[in-house]
């Protein structure tokens, strides 16, 4: 079992900057993709940003460029830095993580890949 813990939602104006971050537990040595997903009210839970255990990473279109995930192993914490926020990413965001250590595989945006999850952090950003 993994147990994650997210910190660092907040209120921001357009334009502004957030770092999320988000401590591992357990049998961290499970898994091997970890990442954030966030929902907003109303919609499905979707991929923002993923990293394996080999620092490759992936990024939904929207955020490309804009966010950066990356994590500290010697510590279990995963963060995601992000700048430049806009409205539409107002919603919770969620740390996930898999089971997959075994079976190294490439890292997708997919909600259905992970099997652990924090309770999640809210970020909204206002005009």
């Known amino acids: 079992q993994v147990q994650l813990v997210e910190s660092g939602g907040s209120s921001v104006q357009s334009g502004g900057s957030l770092r999320l971050s988000c401590a591992a537990s357990?049998?961290?040595?499970?898994?091997?993709?970890v990442g954030w997903f966030r929902q907003a009210p109303g919609k499905e839970r979707e991929g923002v940003a993923v990293?394996?255990?080999?620092?490759?990473?992936e990024y939904a279109d929207s955020v490309k460029g804009r966010f950066t995930v990356s994590q500290e192993n010697a510590h279990n914490m995963l963060y995601l830095q992000m700048n430049n926020l806009k409205p539409e990413d107002t919603a919770t965001y969620f740390c996930?993580?898999?089971?997959?250590?075994?079976?190294?595989?490439?890292?997708?945006?997919?909600?259905?890949?992970?099997?652990?999850w924090g309770q999640g952090t809210q970020v909204t950003v206002t005009t």
């Open positions: 996930a993580a898999d089971a997959n250590a075994f079976l190294p595989q490439i890292c997708r945006l997919k909600t259905n890949d992970y099997e652990y």
């Open positions: 357990g049998d961290t040595q499970s898994s091997y993709c």
């Open positions: 990293i394996d255990a080999d620092g490759s990473t």
